[in-house]
């Protein structure tokens, strides 16, 4: 049975001086805007980890980075808090967003490669989220089995922890679309409840 919940926020990198220093996971719109994914990443993160916390007693919820952390801890680091708990008990769920050609849109959902015990809570997550971004014309792509190799150093997260551990791309953020979308409370609040709904079916389903 599963006690153990690890969130993982992913990158960071605004320095004590305010600046911005893990390059290529922010976008300047052409209106001057600029998205910054930790901090979207965060957002929702916090938001799963406040609806995870209403859970029962029965679950540990554990974050690699606090919401409120804008450090970009390394990979290893991630990968060593979620490790420190027993594999089978364990949960890894990596938030991200992502960013391509500015025109892409949607929610990308990746497992390691292959049939593993991760496949399931991915598809419980996606499960769960399909309808709500369905209202929205959001597509869901996803890629339960296999790993797009542009994206391996993220992955370095879902190969090395020893639990089931999924890696969520909610959005792009280089859309402005979906950026807009990312900075709306109501549907951050809606997004990050699905994500919850997921992982709490998950659990029901794994007691
Ligand atoms: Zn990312």
Known sequence: MIKYIVLDFGHGGI??????TTRGKKHTFP???TAYEDVINRRIGGMVRAFLRM???DYTIITTVDENDPRDLSLSYRVRVANQYPASQTLFISIHNNAFNSRARGF??????GVTRSDALAESIANAIEPFYKDLQLKL???LSDGDKDKEAEFYVLRRTACPAVLLECLFFDNAEDFAL????????DL????????RNYLEANR
């Open 141 to 143: 792509r996803y890629d």
């Open 182 to 189: 990312l900075k709306d409370p109501e549907f951050v609040k």
């Open 192 to 199: 990050s409840w699905r994500i919850f709904v997921g992982i």
């Open 31 to 33: 209106n001057g805007e």
């Open 15 to 20: 320095d004590e001086n305010g600046n911005y």
């Open 108 to 113: 990308e959902i990746y497992t390691t490669r």
């Open 55 to 57: 859970l029962d007693d």
